[in-house]
Nanobody, 130 residues
Framework: QVQLVESEGGLGQPGGSLTLSCAAS????????MGWYRQTPGKEREVVAF???????NYADSVKGRFTISRDNAKNTVYLQMNSLNAEDTAVYYC????????????????????????WGQGTQVRVSS
């Protein structure tokens, strides 16, 4: 079982900054791609940024130059630093991670790779308003 727990979003001012974090826990062998999505009422969930296991990063055009994604592999945690916020950044932000789970095998309970799955956080509200 794997869980993703996001930090609280909160209220940011236009031009201000907020930081989100998302920690994965449970039976984790390795965390692969980790990323952030966001959704506003009546719209589809859209990708904000993601970071691959090799460290390569992609951003949505709307956040390039303003948002920075990073990860701490030792903590299975991904961060999203959001700067120069504007009203269009108001949304529910979701963390996503592709996780290789861990399994115990044999009489020695050796830790081995298990199935790979995509997991989501519970979502955290970010509001940008003066």
């Amino acid at each position: 079982q794997v869980q993703l727990v996001e930090s609280e979003g909160g209220l940011g001012q236009p031009g201000g900054s907020l930081t989100l974090s998302c920690a994965a826990s449970g039976s984790i062998y390795s965390s692969n791609t980790m990323g952030w999505y966001r959704q506003t009422p009546g719209k589809e969930r859209e990708v904000v940024a993601f970071i691959m296991g090799d460290g390569s990063i992609n951003y949505a055009d709307s956040v390039k130059g303003r948002f920075t994604i990073s990860r701490d592999n030792a903590k299975n945690t991904v961060y999203l630093q959001m700067n120069s916020l504007n009203a269009e950044d108001t949304a529910v932000y979701y963390c996503n991670a592709r996780i290789t789970t861990a399994q115990a095998r044999g009489t020695l309970n050796l830790r081995v790779r298990g199935p790979v799955g995509d997991y989501w956080g519970q979502g955290t509200q970010v509001r940008v308003s003066s």
